[in-house]
């Protein structure tokens, strides 16, 4: 169900609209979030990791719009630019 979100977030499409599609057909926002996480959490990395900083920052900035929307929904308090940030030197930490 979350599929159309993916392809929202890789196109560039209306990301608020592939949400509240999937919602309408039964996902919930936290579900929605957890799946971009494991989608695009070794993405980020890996363009990180090979110097693809433009690429990683347009896709961080992207992240950030969905995850803040996300959150809004779930009326949790807004994300930083940390958090995905994070993923990186999480990953640093674990390769050392």
């Known amino acids: 169900m979350v599929k159309p979100v993916f392809d929202s977030i890789d196109t560039g499409s209306d990301y608020k609209a592939a949400i509240e599609k999937a919602v309408q057909k039964g996902s ?31 896709l961080e900035n992207r992240l950030l719009m969905i995850y803040n929307y996300l959150n809004e929904k779930e009326a949790q308090k807004p994300s930083t630019n940390k958090r ?13």
Do not use: F, H, P, S
Not at 29 to 56: C, F, P, S, V, W
Not at 84 to 96: P, R, V
């Open 28 to 58: 919930k926002y936290e579900t929605i979030e957890t799946n971009i996480t494991k989608q695009y959490k070794q993405q980020y990395i890996d363009l990180m990791r090979e110097g693809k900083t433009d690429e990683a920052t347009k």
């Open 84 to 96: 995905i940030q994070k993923w990186y030197t999480d990953w640093l930490k674990e390769n050392q």
